[in-house]
C-alpha cells in the first residue's frame, strides 16, 4: 500500500471511529463517512465493503499492532507481556466504549463487534502457541494435545468476549482494575493467568 492509500485508510479510520462514537453502524452511509474522510465513494469501496467492515478493520488496526507488540517481546517475558497486552487491550476498549456497548449488544447487527473481537483474541492465542509461548497442561484421552489446545483458546477467547461484555455494562466508566480482578477469578486454572 502506498503513502496516500495510507493516509486515506487513515482518514477512513478516523471518521467511522468518530461517527460510530454517537451512531449505530447501520445508520451510518457510504456517503457520510467518505464526506468526512474528505474522500470520494468509490475510494471508500476501495477500502471497504460497507460501514460496518470499515469499523471492525479500524479497530483491528489498533488490536493487531496491540498483538505484535506482544509477540515481539522476548519469550522469556511472555508472561509479563501478555498482562501488558491485556490491559492495552482494554484501555483500547474503554477508550472506544460506546462502540463496544453498541457493537457486542444483542441489537448490534451489521455492527456487531463480538466475532470480530473473539477471533482477534483466539489468532493471538494460536499464535503464542504455535510459537511455544503459550503451554496448557490439558489432556484429554482420545485427543491430540494440539487439537485440545486450539479447542481451551477458543473457549477462553469466546468467553473474554462475554466478560468484556459484561464489564461495559457494569455502572460507570470502565475500569481496568476491575475487570482485572473479574477475569482473575474467571479463568480456568489452566489458562495463563493475567
Known amino acids: 500500500m502506498d503513502a496516500r492509500q495510507v493516509r486515506t485508510r487513515a482518514r477512513l479510520y478516523a471518521a467511522v471511529l468518530a461517527a460510530a462514537r454517537d451512531t449505530p453502524v447501520a445508520d451510518l452511509s457510504v456517503t457520510s463517512l467518505a464526506r468526512a474522510a474528505g474522500v470520494h465513494r468509490s475510494t471508500f469501496y476501495e477500502h471497504a465493503a460497507s460501514p460496518g467492515d470499515l469499523l471492525r478493520q479500524a ?15 522476548p519469550e522469556a517475558d511472555t508472561d509479563e507481556a501478555v498482562t501488558e497486552a491485556t490491559r492495552r487491550v482494554l484501555e483500547h476498549v474503554r477508550e472506544h466504549a460506546p462502540i463496544y456497548r453498541r457493537g457486542l449488544g444483542p441489537d448490534s447487527g ?4 463480538d466475532g470480530m473481537l473473539g477471533d482477534h483474541f483466539l489468532e493471538s492465542s494460536r499464535q503464542l502457541l504455535r510459537a511455544g509461548r503459550l503451554h496448557l497442561p490439558l489432556d484429554v484421552e482420545g485427543l491430540p494435545d494440539d487439537v485440545v ?3 481451551a483458546a477458543r473457549y477462553v477467547a469466546r468467553a473474554t468476549v462475554g466478560v468484556i461484555q459484561g464489564w461495559l455494562d457494569l455502572p460507570g466508566e470502565p475500569d481496568v482494575a476491575v475487570f482485572q480482578t473479574l477475569y482473575a477469578a474467571l479463568l480456568p486454572a489452566w489458562w495463563v493467568q493475567q
Open 59 to 73: 479497530l483491528l488496526a489498533d488490536l493487531d499492532a496491540l498483538r505484535a507488540d506482544l509477540l515481539s517481546a
Open 110 to 113: 451489521p455492527g456487531g463487534l
Open 149 to 151: 489446545s486450539d479447542i
